[in-house]
């Protein structure tokens, strides 16, 4: 049997550390340093507009203070990167999101690289040729607390990631060598997947196909870290098979209630160095 790692379990104390964090910067700075984010939403899909809410119930949680501002379909990019131009200006603005997917007529490239580095709480822009990768992307950022806080070093072991999306694949790629594993990343066009991922020590997958991971496809003992969310009859079903790939691991991640709830609580760490950050800046 498995050990499964709590997602929301760590997310809660990650929340209750940023929340403290909140009310340490007040004490020290004063109330105009708190935390706080700008989430924009374009469009109505209903998805999006539920993770904006969620997300933004979580910054009144813990301290943050939270702006939605949703625009409407139509919005043109020009309009987008104006409102961005003028939140990335506002000094009293810390942290800016926008969530994605954007309409198609919007560039989403252009988006994401407008949005200024020192208000990136998302963390698209950390960059790897800095030592300072602290405010790094927020899923990757929290498959590493959660290997961390499950007693799980990565250095020097054999870590396969399955994916190369720029917000999962190629960041999680980047943190996990910034933490001294050794390594491989697998994709669509990866020959004999399945003879990479048996090598895997730790198997991170990310591709968006329910059930793409099998129990034939993992080594007895690794830790697998489940990525995905995908429904299946209205159900959330995460890219690993469960029922086939639990009874050979050591540890795996559940869907739901694993790297989602930790993914969210990311968000609230950047937004807190964000903050922490602008008050250096400042003093
Ligand atoms: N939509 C789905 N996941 C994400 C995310 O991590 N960040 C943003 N901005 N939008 C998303």
Redesign the pocket.
Known sequence: MAFIIDGKAIANKVKAEVAEGSERLVREFGEEARPNMTLIEVGSDAV?KK?VGMKANDCEMTGIVPTVIALSESTTEEKLLRLIDRLNRDDDVRAI?????LPEHISTKKV?AAIAPEKDV?G?SARIDSDDYDVA???PAAVMRMLRESGVEVAGKHCVVVGRSN?VGKPMAIQLLLNDATVTVCHSKTENIAEHTRRADVLIVAVGRAHFITGDMVKEGAVVIDVGMNYIDGRPTGDVDFASVEPKVSMITPVPGGVGPM?RAG?LVNALKLAERACERNK
């Open positions: 999006s993770l999101l926008c969530q994605l997917p994401l998302d698209f992307a927020c899923t917000i993914t968000l």
